[in-house]
């Protein structure tokens, strides 16, 4: 069977996110959640999902509250019941459908996710310095010498590669 197709995903943004000791900012949790599909902290979710086709919640942990499909004759979304599939998610007739859910309730950071959390927040608060820079030096006898530097444009967007957080990482970038 084919899969359904998850069209437009609403994430509100938590309220607070986990603690950890030492602290990590807000910032570095956030550019975690972009690179995994797990949540340590609760909100709410809708996710808008074409079938038909099999579908589950690309964020976890996931708690499904609401299902609804679209009616085209009344212009509305209404309640419906689907047929759970095999893989913990449910199977979708054809329709457009919205799903209501709370991810991230009552999970602790496993040890792994906050080591990764530490390692980028430390990453990201150190001196850069000149990361990944090159020199080069250049001299026209008896007249001048020059010296030309260039770092790595992409170094922080590397950070997550180069802290080491996306090797501890890995098993939490699917559901």
Known sequence: MELATTLVADEIPPTAFPVLTPAVPDYVWQRLEAYIAWRYSPRGVRWTVEGPGLWKAP???????DVEVWNSFDM????????????AGYVLPCGTYRFTATVGDGVE???IVAEAAQRLSAYLAADA????SEAEYREVPGVLVTRTSRGDAAW??????NSGAADLLRAYRRV
């Open 59 to 65: 964020l976890a942990p996931a708690v499904v509250t």
């Open 76 to 87: 509305n979304f209404e309640a419906v019941t689907l047929e759970a599939s095999p893989f």
């Open 109 to 111: 950071v496993p040890a």
């Open 129 to 132: 310095g000149t990361p990944g």
């Open 156 to 161: 922080m967007a590397k950070a997550m590669v």
